[in-house]
């Protein structure tokens, strides 16, 4: 079993559509959960950063993560040609252990 | 708004020459962090440093690989060796914080193409 698996999509929309992105992991170790936004050949930009379970809210953008069921999502409101990208989930241990563990990333496309 | 910077933005070497990719971090970030993408796969971690030396490494970071700090700014990835599986992008991430408040700040990449 892959530690963090993520559908790759193609994910295609219509602008104004509710997106929703999700994520499972096979560690419960895991204690902090980032979504990416990765433009085509650009590294990856830091959209939302969670700290165990519970909900987190920015802008457009919903972060949750439900550890019992080793579950994450990212959810997009009124999605925009803009947010067309690869979106990517990560996440790390807790304590000194810095390195991030990916999913494959889901390419979303808004269209106009 | 502070980035991390990274040159060169490609990186064309022939098999077997050593290469050296350059990062400059966001300058009050304490730890520094080198990934690779090969095309259509994920990002994988490669090494972590911190306080002038290396703080984790992946089964990917073999002899062939070092990092540096050589002075205040910059943040050095080079590889002894290049192999044709070398080919991928390379990032550099600097964070403020250690543990696991890891919020990773990712430069724009180093497209390495070992022909």
């Known amino acids: 079993q892959k530690e963090v698996e993520q559908d790759p999509g193609p994910l295609s929309v219509p602008e104004g559509a509710i997106v929703s992105l999700n994520c499972t992991y096979s560690n419960s170790a895991f204690q902090y959960f980032m979504w990416y936004r990765q433009y085509s050949r650009k590294g990856p930009e830091l959209l939302m950063y969670?700290?165990?379970?519970g909900n987190k809210e920015d802008g457009r953008f919903t972060a949750q993560v439900d550890k019992s069921s080793k579950y994450i999502s990212l959810f997009i409101r009124d999605s925009q040609p803009s947010d067309s990208a690869t979106y990517l989930c990560a996440m790390t241990l807790s304590g000194s252990a810095r390195q991030l563990t990916f999913g494959s990333g889901t390419q979303l496309t808004v269209l106009p | 708004e502070p980035e991390v910077t990274q040159t060169p933005s490609h990186q064309v070497t022939q098999m077997g020459q050593e290469v050296i990719l350059r990062c400059v971090p966001i300058?009050?970030?304490?730890?520094f962090y080198w990934y690779r993408q090969i095309l259509g796969q994920k990002v994988e971690f490669l090494v972590s440093?911190?306080?002038?030396?290396?703080?984790?490494k992946s089964e990917i970071f073999d002899d062939q690989f070092s990092v540096e700090r050589p002075d205040g700014s910059n943040f050095t990835l080079k590889i002894r060796s290049t192999k044709l599986e070398d080919s991928a992008m390379y990032f550099c991430a600097s964070s403020e914080r250690s543990g696991g408040a890891n919020e990773a700040f990712f430069g724009q990449g180093t497209r390495l193409t070992v022909v």
């Open positions: 300058s009050n970030h304490l730890y």
């Open positions: 440093f911190y306080n002038n030396e290396i703080s984790e």
């Open positions: 969670t700290y165990s379970s």
